[in-house]
């Protein structure tokens, strides 16, 4: 296990407030902080947005794909169904906040946190999850089809039905978890750590039948 620690986002004491429209400069969003907003704004090219805060801004169906986001927080925020696919996160951190949906297809999420979120139905397939943690959050159906996960942490999430096929998960803890089903590729699950629980489930995956009363 590597000695490096997840990164937190470099912000000051105290952002500026500003509306998003104000904010924006050339598809540059700078040290600020947004809040109480609707967002639907349809980016022409990717956006830039470094040192901000975002709190209780709904996101209304965005597609800002290819976009950078570096010590960027979002709290109590409503990002369903986001496309956020080929992005780069870096010190970034989503706290008590709705992705339902939101596509990370392909992105690249560097020491970013998901925190008591709602991750539902989300896509990082193809995606590069780098010394990032998720956290206490609701993780059902969210798909990471062939991921590359590298020094990720998985805590207390619930992941029933969670989609992992095709992604190594050699150094991946998944004990404190909960699920009934998930989907890995038997052969990737090398090196994983799971509960006794789970390991009879992944036993049942197998077609094996439990004695219980070996």
């Known amino acids: 296990m590597s000695k490096i620690k997840r990164a937190e986002p470099k912000l000051p004491a105290e952002l500026p407030a500003s509306l998003f429209e104000e904010a924006i400069d050339d598809h540059y969003i700078t040290n600020c902080r947004i809040s109480q907003e609707t967002i639907d704004f349809k980016a022409e090219r990717a956006l830039h947005i470094d040192t901000v805060v975002f709190e209780n801004v709904s996101f209304v169906d965005i597609v800002w ?11 109590n925020c409503d990002l369903s169904n986001a496309n956020f696919s080929r992005c780069v996160f870096h010190r970034t951190e ?4 709705k992705l339902m949906g939101t596509s990370f297809v392909e ?3 560097r020491h970013t946190l998901f925190t008591e979120c ?7 397939g193809f995606s590069l999850c780098t010394f990032s943690k ?3 959050s609701s993780m059902r159906q969210a798909d990471f089809y062939v991921a590359e996960l590298k020094e990720t942490i998985f805590t207390a999430c619930e992941m029933d039905e969670i989609n992992f096929a ?9 004990s404190t978890n909960r699920f009934e089903n998930i989907q890995v590729t038997i052969e990737n699950l090398a090196g994983c750590t799971v509960s006794p629980n789970q390991a009879l489930a992944f036993a049942r995956q ?3 039948r439990i004695n219980n009363d070996a």
Request: proline share 2%.
């Open 65 to 75: 794909p290819r976009s950078e986001f570096v010590d960027v927080v979002f709290i």
């Open 94 to 97: 989503f706290r008590n906040s």
């Open 107 to 109: 992105a690249g999420v």
């Open 118 to 124: 709602v991750l539902n139905y989300a896509a990082f």
């Open 134 to 136: 998720f956290e206490n």
């Open 166 to 174: 095709e992604t190594d998960l050699k150094g991946i803890d998944l």
């Open 206 to 208: 197998l077609g094996m």
